[in-house]
């Protein structure tokens, strides 16, 4: 979403509201950091840039839906994220563009897509869980231990240990 900043830097007004969704496309940061979660309804973004007396400051709400697999008993999981955030706003004159404290406004344009997906990946779960207690799955025939338990031994014996077992008999 490029947002026309020409308004606010001729003063003309103070403030620009926003309203937009989209989908993170193939080749996107966010679906390649994300490979296995589905993204399956449009991320929707509101907000607005406003001039505060000598310096903008970009406030924006997301709401993002997205399913993907639980981390330890691989069942399917959907969950809401819903992220609020303001950034300051300068423009390239002003600052650096390798200063990453500030958008940088280039040629009276404000893309704003780089900033939501950049709040995005700092809010998602590394790991997702279907709940809190999920058992996972057993480390040996794979059954989901939410489901009941299994019947397979659970008493391991380290291999290294396992010559001293002989000892016993």
Same mark, same amino acid.
Do not use: W
């Given at each position: 979403?490029?947002l026309?900043?020409?308004? !606010?830097?001729? #003063?003309?007004?103070?403030? !620009?509201? &926003?309203?937009?969704?989209f %989908?993170?496309? +193939?080749?996107?940061?966010l679906?390649?950091? @994300?490979a296995?979660?589905?993204f399956?309804e449009? =991320?929707?973004?509101? #907000? @607005?840039?406003? /001039?505060?007396?000598? @310096?903008?400051?970009?406030?924006?709400?997301? %709401?993002?839906?997205y399913? *993907?697999?639980?981390?330890?008993? =691989?069942?399917?999981?959907? /969950?809401?994220?819903?992220?609020? &955030?303001?950034?300051?706003?300068?423009?390239? +004159?002003?600052?650096?563009?390798?200063?990453d404290?500030?958008i !940088? !406004?280039?040629?009276?344009?404000?893309?704003l897509l780089? $900033?939501? +997906?950049?709040?995005?990946?700092?809010e998602?779960? $590394? %790991? *997702?869980?279907?709940?809190e207690?999920?058992?996972g799955?057993?480390?040996?025939c #794979?059954? /989901?231990?939410? +489901? #009941?338990?299994?019947?397979?031994?659970?008493?391991?014996?380290?291999p %290294?240990?396992a =010559?001293?077992? *002989?000892?016993l008999?």
């Open positions: 979403m490029i026309d900043m020409l308004p !606010i830097l001729s #003063g003309s007004l103070q403030q !620009i509201d &926003f309203e937009f969704s %989908r993170p496309s +193939e080749d996107s940061l679906a390649t950091v @994300y296995d979660v589905d399956a449009p =991320i929707i973004v509101t #907000g @607005y840039v406003k /001039n505060m007396a000598g @310096y903008m400051v970009l406030s924006a709400d997301v %709401r993002v839906s399913s *993907t697999l639980c981390a330890r008993c =691989i069942e399917p999981v959907s /969950n809401v994220l819903e992220i609020s &955030f303001e950034k300051d706003i300068a423009s390239s +004159e002003d600052v650096s563009s390798e200063n404290d500030y !940088i !406004i280039e040629d009276k344009k404000l893309d780089p $900033s939501v +997906e950049e709040e995005i990946m700092l998602m779960p $590394s %790991r *997702t869980l279907c709940k207690d999920c058992l799955l057993c480390h040996k #794979g059954k /989901n231990l939410n +489901e #009941g338990d299994c019947d397979c031994d659970k008493k391991e014996v380290d %290294r240990l =010559i001293l077992k *002989t000892l008999q």
